[in-house]
Each structure stands twice: as structure tokens, then as C-alpha cells.
């Protein structure tokens, strides 16, 4: 090996970005977008806060000629209110910046996306054509006025059916985020689609069709449950992990033992391998011609 070749550093990996999008999550944007292009629907893709970029990264992937990706985050400029700022500076202040946030994404990406460095509430003026868009993920402030405005920023921009998907909606930590999506369901017309143990996941426009879209996938085979549950006579659908039995609990433990005792090249290779098994079972089905 080259000494050049020795001293270049190893590609990147999805994994390898920072960040809470995992892989449950990752499974449905991936199922839901794809289903979208397969049905002919166009528009563009919005996110309202990015971080360093494991969920962009993923919304990128399935842009279609045409269409845009616009992601909005503050990245390392100063928040405009006091609440914003301590909760940046308590949580985001140290690692995120658009620097580290375009290294990643173009790691994977040939081109970055449309990006607007700025609190989110600034996409209030407009500068998101009016239903251009299919498919917006909220993953910005936890503060119940910000969420909200989020919210808002979302209906406009997306298209009759178009989804959205808002992070934190349960969290203990996070009660402003749970507050502004319910008030959204039960005052502003919101309509369930999906939930995970992270994310909710809606439309204004047609919800059966795009619970039905859901339910096509066989989730139990590839290891999560999907259950039907209702919210005040509108069905939603629960997406979720299923619970290891005590015996998958053992081989697990046992498989962790093996590696611990493999030489180091081997442990890196069978890892690489169980992790490409993994993404193979989580990847969504390709839809037929």
C-alpha cells in the first residue's frame, strides 16, 4: 500500500454523522419518499433544522430532477431571543456549524442543498412558494412559540398531501414540542398519520391514503411492529422496535463476546458486514416497474 493511499482518511459513513435520526425514522422518510416518486409526486423537500446533517443527507437522496431541497438552521450564528440561545448553548453550541454540516452532507451529495442560515421563523416572508412542497421535516427549536410557527411555515409550504414530519413530539424534555402538535391536530386541521417513539408524522390533505402507503411494507419482517391505535376517532398508525425476547437478548450478548475476542482487523471486517446486513433488511423495497 501507497503511502498516499495509507494516509487517506476513511469515507465517511452515514452513521458516522452526528445526530438523534435513527434508524427506525430513517426507514419510514426513506419508504414514504420513495412511495411519493413512485406515484408520480413531485415537490420540493424542506427541513427546519438540520444540525450536521444525517437527516439532509437522507432527504437528498431522493430529490428528483426539479426538485429542491431547502434546509434552514442557525448552524454557528447567534440565536435572536434569550430562550433560543441558552437552549443552543446547552445543547448545540460546541459542535454545530454550517462548515461541519457541508463537509458531511457533500461527502454523500455532489452539490449542497439550498441553505438558509437564519432562525426558521424567518421562512415566514414567503420565500417558500405556497404548496411547492411534499415532504417537510420539523426538527428546529423545542420552544413551544417556535414549534409552532414551524408548524405554520409547514402547511404553507406543502401541497395537498403533502407530509410532515415532527421530531420530539413525546420527549420528557421537550413538553413545547408535544403542546404545538397537538394544538396543530385538534385546532389547525393537522391529521395523523404515523408515529415513532420520535417523530409524528402528518398531513392536511388525504391521511388514509397515506396510512395505506404505509401498510403495503411488511415491517415485522425486517423487526419493527406496526400497530393501528385511534386519536379521537381518527386512526393512527404506531411504528416501533420490536421487543427482543430474552433468548435474541443472549445471542446478542454472545455475538458482542465474539467480537471482543477476534483479532482487531477481523472485529472491524465482521462489523462492516453486520452493518451492511442491517441496512440491507432496513433499506425500502424497490418499487416495481
Not at 449542497?112 to 412542497?133: F, K, W
Not at 427482543?244 to 458482542?256: C, D, E, G, I, L
Amino acid at each position: 500500500m501507497s503511502e498516499t493511499a495509507a494516509a487517506r482518511p476513511a469515507p465517511l459513513k452515514r452513521d458516522d454523522i452526528p445526530g438523534w435520526f435513527f434508524s427506525l425514522d430513517r426507514a419510514a422518510f426513506a419508504h414514504l419518499l420513495t412511495a411519493q416518486s413512485a406515484a408520480g409526486v413531485t415537490g420540493d423537500i424542506l427541513e427546519l433544522g438540520s444540525y450536521l446533517g444525517r437527516s439532509a443527507v437522507l432527504l437528498g437522496d431522493h430529490l428528483r430532477p426539479g426538485e429542491r431541497l431547502t434546509v434552514c438552521d442557525l448552524f454557528d450564528s447567534e440565536a435572536g431571543d434569550e430562550d433560543n440561545a441558552a437552549e443552543m448553548a446547552m445543547s448545540y453550541r460546541k459542535t454545530l456549524t454550517r462548515s461541519a454540516f457541508e463537509a458531511n452532507y457533500l461527502a454523500f451529495h455532489r452539490e449542497l442543498p439550498e441553505i438558509v442560515q437564519a432562525p426558521t421563523s424567518v421562512l415566514a416572508d414567503g420565500r417558500i412558494p405556497a404548496g411547492s412542497c411534499r415532504f417537510v421535516h420539523v426538527d428546529a427549536s423545542h420552544l413551544y412559540e417556535h414549534v409552532a410557527g414551524d408548524i405554520a411555515v409547514a402547511r404553507a409550504a406543502l401541497a395537498e398531501n403533502g407530509l410532515v414530519a415532527l421530531d420530539d413530539y413525546r420527549s420528557e424534555h421537550t413538553p413545547g414540542v408535544s403542546a404545538a402538535v397537538w394544538e396543530a391536530v385538534f385546532t389547525a386541521g393537522l391529521r395523523p398519520v404515523l408515529l415513532t417513539p420520535m417523530k409524528f408524522y402528518g398531513t392536511w390533505g388525504d391521511a388514509a391514503a397515506a396510512r395505506q402507503v404505509l401498510l403495503e411494507r411488511d415491517w415485522q419482517a425486517e423487526g419493527y411492529t406496526m400497530d393501528d391505535d385511534t386519536i379521537a376517532g381518527a386512526r393512527v398508525l404506531r411504528l416501533n422496535y420490536q421487543v427482543k425476547t430474552p433468548a435474541q437478548v443472549q445471542r446478542s450478548a454472545s455475538r458482542r463476546l465474539a467480537l471482543e475476542l477476534l483479532p482487531p482487523v477481523a472485529t472491524k471486517a465482521t462489523r462492516r458486514m453486520l452493518r451492511t446486513l442491517r441496512e440491507r433488511r432496513a433499506a425500502p423495497p424497490v418499487p416495481s416497474a
